[in-house]
C-alpha cells in the first residue's frame, strides 16, 4: 500500500520518492505506521486461528504447503473484512456529505444496513450539524484529510471518525486503541490551524460480522491537544526513521 503525502494545497502525492522532490507532508496514517497497534496484532492472531481452523490438512501436503494454505485462507478472509470496512466507511461519508450538501440520502446495501441504522441512529441523536467530511487540513508538518467534524446537540464540536470491529461471545466489549486517538489527535491539529476549535475526539465503534448490530461512540478522555503532542513526537520519530523533514528547504 503506498504511503500518502500532501501539498498546502491540499494535492495528495504517493509515495515517499515522489514526496521528497516536492518536500510534501505526510499523513497522519503515513506516520501512524510506525506502530503496529494492540488491535491489529490481535485481529491477526485471530485470522491465524480461524485459518489453521477451517483449512482441513491433505495427506500429500508438506508443512509448507500446508502453511500456504492457510496463508491464502486468512488473506481472503481478511481482504472480504476490509473491502466490507471500507464500503461502510464510504457510506457513512456519503451520508455526511448528503447532510452538508442537504441533498437525497445515500443508496444502502442489504448487507451494510444494520451497522448504517444503527449509526444513524447515534448520528440523529447526538449530532447537531455536520461541518466537515472529507477535508484536507494541514497540521504542522503534516497533512491528511479529516474524516468527520461536526457540531454536537449539546454544543461542544467533535472530531469523529467509525470504526467496524469485530464482536463475539467472547469478545462483547469494543477494544479502542491508542493509535486511533493519535490520528484523531493530528486531524484535530489541522482543524485548529483551520479556523476550528473542536473540543473532544470520538471514535465511533460499530460491529460487524454475525449478531445484532452493537454501537459505541467512544469519547477520549483526555484533551484533544494531549493526544495531538502524542503524535507530533511520533512524526519526529518517523522523520529521524526515514531521513526526511519536509520543512527544510529542497537543495
Known amino acids: ?110 448487507d451494510l444496513s444494520g451497522q448504517y441504522d444503527a449509526y444513524l441512529a447515534w448520528y440523529e441523536n447526538a449530532v447537531e450539524k455536520t461541518l466537515l467530511v472529507e477535508e484536507v487540513v494541514m497540521g504542522k508538518g503534516y497533512g491528511g484529510r479529516v474524516d468527520h467534524v461536526c457540531r454536537l446537540k449539546d454544543g461542544r464540536l467533535a472530531v469523529c471518525d467509525p470504526k467496524t470491529q469485530g464482536l463475539s461471545a467472547k469478545k462483547k466489549k469494543f477494544s479502542c486503541y491508542t493509535n486511533w486517538a493519535l490520528q484523531l489527535g493530528a486531524y484535530w491539529g489541522g482543524t485548529w490551524i483551520a479556523g476550528l476549535q473542536p473540543d473532544v475526539l470520538i471514535s465511533i465503534c460499530v460491529s460487524s460480522g454475525d449478531g445484532p448490530v452493537q454501537l459505541e461512540a467512544y469519547e477520549w478522555p483526555k484533551d484533544p491537544d494531549y493526544y495531538h503532542q502524542l503524535f507530533l513526537g511520533l512524526l519526529a520519530i518517523w522523520r529521524e526513521e526515514n531521513n526526511y523533514d519536509p520543512e527544510k528547504p529542497l537543495l
Open 1 to 110: 500500500m503506498s504511503s500518502h503525502y500532501y501539498l498546502p494545497d491540499g494535492t495528495l502525492v504517493e509515495g515517499l520518492r515522489a514526496a521528497r522532490k516536492v518536500n510534501a507532508v505526510p499523513s497522519p496514517s503515513t506516520v501512524l505506521g510506525l506502530i503496529k497497534g494492540e488491535g491489529l496484532i490481535q485481529y491477526f492472531k485471530r485470522q491465524m486461528f480461524e485459518a489453521t481452523a477451517t483449512t482441513p490438512r491433505r495427506p500429500e501436503w508438506t508443512d509448507d504447503e500446508y502453511y500456504e494454505a492457510v496463508i491464502k485462507w486468512a488473506e481472503e478472509h481478511a481482504q472480504t473484512a476490509r473491502d466490507k470496512g471500507g464500503d461502510f466507511h464510504s457510506l457513512v461519508q456519503a451520508f455526511h456529505k448528503s447532510c452538508i450538501m442537504q441533498g437525497p440520502r445515500p443508496f444502502v446495501p442489504p
